[in-house]
């Protein structure tokens, strides 16, 4: 019997409804792109040699086409980008790391000018682009805009606590560069020469009241989110259940016309993402608690702004007011699918500490009853059976309840519980390596992947739509016999369909990614054509 | 002790659970049970004080609330002065 039954059980609850992770996915942010957080991963660093640390990516600014060009996707400079770490399990941050960016042009703002003109008496002409001929990891003189950003930790309440700014443990300075986004191939010679430019601005901090130094980079990354965005939200234009008898088999042995595992079903991996990175030792994270710690990140504006009718670079508006929240983002989809269109943006103005307001979405989710209401008579057609409802009827659905708000004993519940919702990681449990991680990560036998944490390979998705079809009503194999375990959450006869291997059809591992940090591999080139 | 017994942490689930839906009330958990809040007393002010009050707060203090508050526009006080604003 192992050691971790009720935890690997519950676990599998945790990812809720789920389809896209946090992409738009409120009215409201979608109107405010650069503020947008899409996804959120926390993990033990299974680099090798970085055992002891744990890493926090931030993901902002979604659907990234590469060839975005000239202006490519800035962060805001008049926004407050932060990452929120509870450690004592009171749903309130005890550690808030703070980035705030700064837009500059080169020549004091000036802009790179060309002469232009008679060559007695050229004019000097700013031009209008970002770059104005190649850039290297040797020479950014070509750069035309530069940003730059700083990082400060919050010990305490984030507005109110102590505030110490991080700085760069070679030279000291508190001012961190944020690579140019990867305009193409042109401009930075090759993928290659991309990636050794962008490495130079990652950066070992000195991480206040912490003895061992962390890591930071800040830049455009290849978004590593994986999912079949598009039908997903043309009323599940496919048949959600794995078609071949496991995963990648290509026998056609599964559920009749189910859709299969194809990348290319992945609409976002022509896209790019901006991470905002961290490395930190775990040690600096945990605190007093029992070493798991709970994680979020969010964007704020000022709260007033008004529009400067004469406009210029430095100043197109004045901000001015409190730190108004716009987004927030813990466990992935809970925001896109949980809640209901009426609250997405009071969500996203939220903190966990006053999540029991959503309580009904999670007790009565409405998801389950739309995939009713869309498969109900395909399946019993396809199946020739007379199933009544396909979506659960345990309510209220106290087993996504206790798993989303209070993560779960012996995995990633902290000592003191208080019920909302965030991103848990148990700091104490070893790293798996990429080679040898399960993309199912907890339901996979990987008690390192989610939802203890998350990693960029677990296929949060699939996951997430079987748990809330009823995945744990049914005896689950859990431990190193896999012996049937009934988790005395619900029955059987509560979820008709809730042994089905549903899926997107969106693959995902952990060999997608980097097994190095930040992980996010090398941003997609804005040129040439067929390169992205 | 982050492996307590099986019986244990089932029973801290469901008591978690029944803590987070009674903490709304019960009755199916609806947050329409939550405690009444007294309903605010609606505010009016007009929109060059609203500007210059919010402005005037510091950026790490509590946003001000627009629930409640009917804001008045009038034409010929519009805080057009675009460099008083500079804070």
Same mark, same amino acid.
């Not at chain 1, 010990?155 to 110490?164: F, L, P, Q």
């Not at chain 1, 998801?367 to 396909?390: D, R, Y």
């Not at chain 1, 659960?392 to 012996?410: I, K, M, Y």
């Not at chain 2, 505010?43 to 005037?56: A, C, E, P």
């Given at each position: 019997?192992?050691?971790?039954?009720?935890?690997?059980?519950?676990?599998?609850?945790?990812?809720?409804?789920?389809?896209?992770?946090?992409?738009?996915?409120?009215?409201?942010?979608?109107?405010?792109?650069?503020?947008?957080?899409?996804?959120?991963?926390?993990?033990?660093?299974?680099?090798?040699?970085?055992?002891?640390?744990?890493?926090?990516?931030?993901?902002?600014?979604?659907?990234?086409?590469?060839?975005?060009?000239?202006?490519?996707?800035?962060?805001?400079?008049?926004?407050?980008?932060?990452?929120?770490?509870?450690?004592?399990?009171?749903?309130?941050?005890?550690?808030?790391?703070?980035?705030?960016?700064?837009?500059?042009?080169?020549?004091?703002?000036?802009?790179?000018?060309?002469?232009?003109?008679?060559?007695?008496?050229?004019?000097?002409?700013?031009?209008?682009?970002?770059?104005?001929?190649?850039?290297?990891?040797?020479?950014?003189?070509?750069?035309?805009?530069?940003?730059?950003?700083?990082?400060?930790?919050?010990?305490?309440?984030?507005?109110?606590?102590?505030?110490?700014?991080?700085?760069?443990?070679?030279?000291?300075?508190?001012?961190?560069?944020?690579?140019?986004?990867?305009?193409?191939?042109?401009?930075?010679?090759?993928?290659?020469?991309?990636?050794?430019?962008?490495?130079?601005?990652?950066?070992?901090?000195?991480?206040?009241?912490?003895?061992?130094?962390?890591?930071?980079?800040?830049?455009?990354?290849?978004?590593?989110?994986?999912?079949?965005?598009?039908?997903?939200?043309?009323?599940?234009?496919?048949?959600?259940?794995?078609?071949?008898?496991?995963?990648?088999?290509?026998?056609?042995?599964?559920?009749?016309?189910?859709?299969?595992?194809?990348?290319?079903?992945?609409?976002?991996?022509?896209?790019?993402?901006?991470?905002?990175?961290?490395?930190?030792?775990?040690?600096?994270?945990?605190?007093?608690?029992?070493?798991?710690?709970?994680?979020?990140?969010?964007?704020?504006?000022?709260?007033?702004?008004?529009?400067?009718?004469?406009?210029?670079?430095?100043?197109?508006?004045?901000?001015?007011?409190?730190?108004?929240?716009?987004?927030?983002?813990?466990?992935?989809?809970?925001?896109?699918?949980?809640?209901?269109?009426?609250?997405?943006?009071?969500?996203?103005?939220?903190?966990?500490?006053?999540?029991?307001?959503?309580?009904?979405?999670?007790?009565?989710?409405?998801?389950?009853?739309?995939?009713?209401?869309?498969?109900?008579?395909?399946?019993?057609?396809?199946?020739?059976?007379?199933?009544?409802?396909?979506?659960?009827?345990?309510?209220?659905?106290?087993?996504?309840?206790?798993?989303?708000?209070?993560?779960?004993?012996?995995?990633?519940?902290?000592?003191?519980?208080?019920?909302?919702?965030?991103?848990?990681?148990?700091?104490?449990?070893?790293?798996?390596?990429?080679?040898?991680?399960?993309?199912?990560?907890?339901?996979?036998?990987?008690?390192?992947?989610?939802?203890?944490?998350?990693?960029?390979?677990?296929?949060?998705?699939?996951?997430?739509?079987?748990?809330?079809?009823?995945?744990?009503?049914?005896?689950?194999?859990?431990?190193?016999?896999?012996?049937?375990?009934?988790?005395?959450?619900?029955?059987?006869?509560?979820?008709?369909?809730?042994?089905?291997?549903?899926?997107?059809?969106?693959?995902?591992?952990?060999?997608?990614?980097?097994?190095?940090?930040?992980?996010?591999?090398?941003?997609?080139?804005?040129?040439?054509?067929?390169?992205? | 002790?982050?492996?307590?017994?099986?019986?244990?942490?089932?029973?801290?689930?469901? @008591?978690?659970?029944?803590?987070?839906?009674?903490?709304?009330?019960?009755?199916?958990?609806?947050?329409? @049970?939550?405690?009444?809040?007294?309903?605010?007393?609606?505010?009016?002010?007009?929109?060059?004080?609203?500007?210059?009050?919010?402005?005037?707060?510091?950026?790490?203090?509590?946003?001000?609330?627009?629930?409640?508050?009917?804001?008045?526009?009038?034409?010929?006080?519009?805080?057009?002065?675009?460099?008083?604003?500079?804070?």
């Amino acid at each position: 019997m192992s050691k971790y039954p009720w935890t690997v059980a519950a676990a599998l609850s945790v990812p809720l409804l789920a389809f896209a992770s946090s992409h738009r996915e409120a009215p409201n942010i979608s109107r405010l792109p650069t503020l947008d957080g899409t996804d959120f991963y926390m993990f033990n660093s299974y680099e090798s040699g970085r055992a002891a640390y744990v890493t926090l990516i931030a993901n902002y600014i979604p659907l990234q086409d590469p060839y975005g060009g000239p202006n490519y996707f800035a962060l805001d400079p008049a926004g407050l980008y932060e990452i929120e770490i509870d450690n004592n399990g009171d749903a309130k941050e005890d550690l808030t790391f703070q980035f705030q960016f700064t837009n500059t042009l080169a020549k004091n703002n000036a802009g790179i000018t060309l002469p232009v003109g008679p060559a007695a008496s050229p004019a000097a002409v700013a031009v209008p682009l970002k770059n104005v001929g190649p850039i290297s990891a040797s020479s950014s003189a070509n750069l035309n805009f530069i940003e730059t950003y700083t990082v400060t930790l919050v010990t305490g309440d984030r507005r109110t606590g102590v505030a110490t700014p991080v700085a760069n443990a070679a030279n000291g300075s508190t001012t961190f560069v944020k690579p140019m986004d990867y305009i193409g191939q042109k401009s930075f010679g090759s993928d290659a020469g991309y990636a050794a430019y962008a490495a130079q601005y990652m950066y070992t901090i000195n991480v206040p009241g912490c003895s061992a130094p962390g890591r930071v980079f800040v830049g455009q990354r290849k978004e590593g989110f994986a999912v079949n965005l598009g039908e997903v939200f043309d009323l599940v234009n496919f048949v959600p259940i794995e078609g071949d008898s496991s995963p990648g088999a290509g026998d056609g042995k599964g559920f009749p016309g189910g859709i299969t595992q194809n990348p290319s079903h992945n609409v976002l991996a022509n896209k790019n993402i901006t991470s905002i990175a961290l490395e930190l030792p775990a040690a600096c994270l945990k605190g007093s608690g029992n070493g798991v710690i709970g994680g979020w990140t969010t964007a704020s504006l000022r709260q007033a702004r008004v529009l400067n009718p004469n406009a210029t670079f430095a100043k197109p508006e004045v901000n001015g007011g409190a730190w108004t929240q716009v987004s927030r983002l813990g466990m992935p989809l809970v925001n896109e699918v949980v809640i209901g269109l009426p609250d997405k943006d009071h969500f996203n103005s939220s903190s966990p500490i006053n999540d029991a307001q959503f309580a009904t979405y999670v007790t009565n989710p409405s998801l389950p009853a739309l995939l009713n209401a869309l498969f109900l008579a395909p399946v019993n057609a396809t199946l020739g059976t007379s199933i009544a409802n396909l979506a659960p009827n345990n309510f209220p659905r106290n087993d996504l309840v206790a798993a989303f708000l209070t993560g779960f004993a012996g995995l990633n519940q902290q000592a003191t519980v208080t019920a909302s919702e965030m991103l848990r990681l148990n700091t104490a449990v070893a790293a798996t390596p990429a080679a040898a991680q399960s993309f199912f990560g907890v339901a996979g036998g990987d008690l390192a992947g989610f939802p203890n944490g998350r990693r960029p390979g677990d296929n949060v998705v699939d996951i997430a739509l079987r748990v809330v079809m009823g995945a744990l009503c049914y005896p689950l194999p859990i431990g190193a016999n896999k012996a049937p375990t009934n988790l005395g959450l619900c029955a059987p006869a509560n979820a008709p369909v809730g042994n089905v291997p549903f899926t997107d059809g969106a693959p995902v591992n952990a060999l997608d990614f980097d097994q190095t940090f930040p992980y996010l591999k090398t941003p997609l080139p804005g040129s040439p054509i067929g390169s992205m | 002790m982050f492996y307590p017994s099986v019986k244990w942490r089932m029973a801290a689930g469901a @008591m978690l659970a029944a803590a987070v839906v009674g903490c709304n009330g019960g009755g199916g958990g609806s947050p329409a @049970m939550t405690t009444p809040t007294p309903p605010a007393t609606q505010q009016s002010t007009d929109f060059s004080s609203l500007v210059y009050m919010i402005f005037g707060e510091p950026a790490n203090s509590q946003p001000v609330s627009l629930d409640n508050l009917t804001i008045v526009y009038d034409v010929n006080d519009d805080p057009t002065d675009f460099n008083g604003l500079l804070m």
